[in-house]
């Protein structure tokens, strides 16, 4: 045990606490993992962020311009510069909401299909590889921890 004194007040840390250390081990992991990730994604020759804009379209459809930072948390004027850097290599169409002149819709277009249906399949397996060393049932056991602690952070 450390003991930590700052004014009149006493802290006692244990140097084995599990809190502390599931916090460094989780960050290292998620930096290892992406930093894996991005390597992957910029082989494939995008980078991180355009190649989740193109998943999102890819996988969920059409998006309002206005909710795509939201689903890949990137500030607006970040998402506006990254569809028009997709938008100028044809990856990407912008579709006017004709509910809504004041919205606009983010499509992806066949150009970009094309290329997530080339490159998605590997980057997938990429994934499975990073991924191999745990068993299919730590997989699951870790994504419903990892869901229960996420959802408890929620309600702070």
Request: charge should be positive; proline fraction near 3%; hydrophobic fraction near 40%.
């Amino acid at each position: 045990m450390t003991l930590i004194t700052k004014e009149n007040s006493t802290l006692l840390v244990k140097k084995q606490d599990t809190s502390l250390k599931l916090f460094v081990v989780l960050s290292k992991t998620y930096r290892v993992i992406m930093e894996k990730i991005e390597e992957d994604i910029q082989s494939r020759g995008l980078n991180l962020t355009d190649f989740a804009v193109l998943e999102l379209l890819y996988h969920k459809g059409d998006q309002p311009m206005q909710k795509i930072g939201e689903k890949i948390l990137l500030a607006s004027g970040s998402i506006t510069y990254i569809v028009n850097k997709l938008e100028k290599k044809e990856y990407l169409v912008r579709v006017p909401c004709p509910d809504d002149r004041r919205s606009t819709f983010a499509s992806i277009s066949d150009k970009g299909r094309e290329l997530l249906n080339l490159i998605f399949p590997e980057h997938w397996q990429r994934i499975e590889e990073l991924m191999s060393e745990l068993s299919d049932e730590e997989r699951k056991q870790a994504i419903n921890l990892l869901k229960k602690l996420g959802l408890s952070l929620r309600k702070l």
